[in-house]
């Protein structure tokens, strides 16, 4: 305890860490304030009719920090960029240059792979706002716009977007934690004060008791996702003594981590993006008078509408996406070439190919684990809207995955930072 505190203290009293969190709150306080001025146009009544009960507009609306229930000028949020970055990591299986800089060039490569990410989340955001502009616009939401009106939301939005990927930036550049993490837990954040004070509204003396159960297994939750997400599988890695000279070196004994949940949010970002696309096509088709359409419309609807049927497909999708984006981020074959080319080896195992099998094996067995934890965390608040009742009283999916780890990570952050002044 003594050790915390004081180490808490030096967090504040160091000129330098007390420098960069300040500059990550006026970052974060610039995207909230950017969150909260709506582009022109805008019917509330009918933007806050459509936004009810639509979760793919609710799943978009975590990633735009709340901008999207305001159609602010940063509605996107940091969703092409997302977009962009899990785009170009899947074309590394389609090509063989990209693969190379991604996973063989080292600290050049990826920033060369980062900068291509950067450079198509601009056109992905302009498909992405004008697609959503013109679905609002037919929804009603925005009115009375002309031709010059609507390009210049366009350009507002993808500018929002930009301007938001550029704070993440200097984040990661000049703050502590992740830019873009921080900026979507900031917006999870930001949703805290609303909950709790409809809760506060609705609050009955009879419902204490499903209180009372919600918060024990809300810290249960939060402590089994803490530790799905800090676990490790650890293979023995053991240095090949070298004689040069008259010193000999090498013969040191270390570890290689695998993570159990080695493909983190992603999956579920996947399989949402997939499984809720058939709830914007419904919402498009319901305005179309034709009776086939009209029924595909409403088959649609039902589907989306049955937890059951909705779930389960949504575990199924986790469950493959885990394995799929482990299999395009975690490339064995590169692991055991660079621990060929450094001299290493795992006690027992042949060098090369043997010991990619040997990787890729127990990979897929922890994965497995890591894919069942992230389908139950998906379908975890469906399940606690249907035992509850109430659509508050539900923790779980994206929002807690990305706040624990988020969480997680600037903790670790600072305390390094904090060790290394120690050690100054």
Known sequence: MNNFLRRL?????????????????????????????????????????????????????IFSGGGLSKLSIMMLGVAPYITATIIMQLLTMIFPKLKELYHEEGEAGRQKFNQYSRLFTVPLAALQGFGLLVLLERQHVLINLGIFDRITNIVIVIAGSVLLMWLGELISEYGIGNGISLLIFAGIVASLPTTITHLLFTFEPSQIPLYFAFTIVAVLIVAGVVAITEAERLIPVSYAKQVRGMKMYGGVSTHLPLRVNQAGVIPIIFALSILLFPQMIANVLANVNSSVVQAISKALSVFMNNLWLYGSFYFILVFLFTYFYTAVTFDPEAISTNLQKSGAFVPGIRPGRPTAEYIGKILNRITLVGALFLGAIAVLPLGMQVVTGMRSLAIGGTALLIAVSVILETIKQIESQVVMREYE
Do not use: E, T, Y
């Not at 709150?25 to 995207?31: I, K, N, P, R, V």
């Not at 304030?33 to 978009?60: E, H, T, W």
């Open 9 to 61: 203290k030096l967090v504040f009293k160091d000129p330098d860490l007390r420098k960069k969190i300040l500059f990550v709150l006026f970052m974060l306080a610039l995207f909230r304030l950017g969150a909260n001025i709506p582009i022109p146009g805008i019917d509330q009544l009918r933007l806050q009719s459509f936004l009810a009960g639509n979760q793919f507009f609710g799943f978009l609306n």
